[in-house]
């Protein structure tokens, strides 16, 4: 009997420690990426995708996979056996911000700048008031103007702008997932309990481990499958090691 399930336990073992061909297709914002060079960084293998993003390279549990491409963040995952059997693996790569190119500037010409902000507003009203005096004066007749008085247009064009700016909404900015919601969003328990192998009653503790990481809170701001797998996957390694400890 012992033997049986030391041959059976071998054969389970040896289907992960052998490698398989894991094939995915990497994109941004589901476009595409061709020409991306996938390494894988244990056995040194390298391949390239194709025109539609495509990309199948040997790899087995562990392994760590490395995405390189022109104008891309630099990407890796680490190889387990959930992604080996995801017949519908997206690699999402993330643009590099772009770099503007150093302008010098010479030959500037020295601005002196009035301290009051209104200057040009109250050399336009003294034009206007000049502009009046110099007007000749209809008698028994009513233009519509006060003589030496305010400029209501202004007025009312000023008062529009402030009443404007109080009715524009405030710009809603887009919440961050806390990183525990998140796990349990992307992760259902059977991945806590079989894959990761923490125990039911620990699961909460394991995400309240992982929280208390920093790397926590960019994981949840980059809202990857991936990179949430990958970073609970490797912090059950050490969770458990501490239980361990601890015990």
């Given at each position: 009997?012992?033997?049986?399930?030391?041959?059976?336990?071998?054969?389970?073992?040896?289907q992960?420690?052998?490698?398989?061909?894991?094939?995915?297709?990497?994109?941004?914002?589901?476009?595409?990426?061709?020409?991306?060079?996938?390494?894988?960084?244990?056995?040194?293998?390298?391949?390239?995708?194709?025109?539609?993003?495509?990309?199948?390279?040997?790899?087995?549990?562990?392994?760590?996979?490395?995405?390189?491409?022109?104008?891309?963040?630099?990407?890796?995952?680490?190889?387990?056996?959930?992604?080996?059997?995801?017949?519908?693996?997206?690699?999402?790569?993330?643009?590099?911000?772009?770099?503007?190119?150093?302008?010098?500037?010479?030959?500037?010409?020295?601005?002196?700048?009035n301290?009051?902000?209104?200057?040009?507003?109250?050399?336009?009203?003294?034009?206007?008031?000049?502009?009046?005096?110099?007007?000749?004066?209809?008698?028994?007749?009513?233009?519509?103007?006060?003589p030496?008085?305010?400029?209501?247009?202004?007025?009312?064009?000023?008062?529009?702008?402030?009443?404007?700016?109080?009715?524009?909404?405030?710009?809603?900015?887009?919440?961050?997932?806390?990183?525990?919601?998140?796990a349990?969003?992307?992760?259902?328990?059977?991945?806590?309990?079989?894959?990761?192998?923490?125990?039911?009653?620990?699961?909460?503790?394991?995400?309240?481990?992982?929280?208390?990481?920093?790397?926590?809170?960019?994981?949840a701001?980059?809202?990857?499958?991936l990179?949430?797998?990958?970073?609970?996957?490797?912090?059950?390694?050490?969770?458990?090691?501490?239980?361990?400890?601890?015990?």
């Amino acid at each position: 009997m012992k033997i049986k399930l030391l041959s059976t336990f071998v054969l389970f073992t040896s289907q992960f420690s052998f490698s398989q061909t894991v094939k995915g297709k990497i994109v941004f914002n589901n476009y595409a990426i061709p020409n991306v060079e996938v390494i894988n960084s244990n056995s040194r293998t390298l391949t390239v995708s194709d025109a539609k993003g495509h990309f199948s390279i040997d790899a087995k549990t562990n392994d760590i996979l490395v995405f390189i491409a022109r104008d891309y963040e630099l990407a890796k995952i680490v190889i387990n056996p959930l992604i080996i059997n995801d017949k519908d693996l997206i690699i999402e790569l993330i643009l590099k911000p772009e770099e503007l190119k150093e302008v010098v500037i010479a030959n500037i010409p020295s601005i002196k700048l009035n301290l009051k902000s209104n200057y040009e507003q109250e050399k336009l009203d003294e034009y206007a008031l000049e502009k009046a005096a110099k007007t000749p004066k209809i008698i028994g007749m009513n233009m519509g103007t006060i003589p030496n008085g305010m400029d209501f247009i202004r007025m009312g064009s000023d008062l529009a702008k402030i009443f404007k700016k109080e009715k524009e909404p405030p710009k809603k900015e887009n919440p961050i997932v806390p990183f525990k919601e998140l796990a349990k969003t992307n992760c259902d328990q059977k991945y806590f309990i079989n894959t990761l192998k923490i125990k039911p009653d620990e699961i909460e503790l394991f995400l309240d481990f992982c929280d208390a990481d920093p790397k926590s809170k960019t994981i949840a701001t980059l809202k990857n499958v991936l990179s949430t797998m990958d970073f609970l996957l490797e912090k059950s390694i050490t969770f458990k090691k501490q239980i361990v400890l601890e015990k």
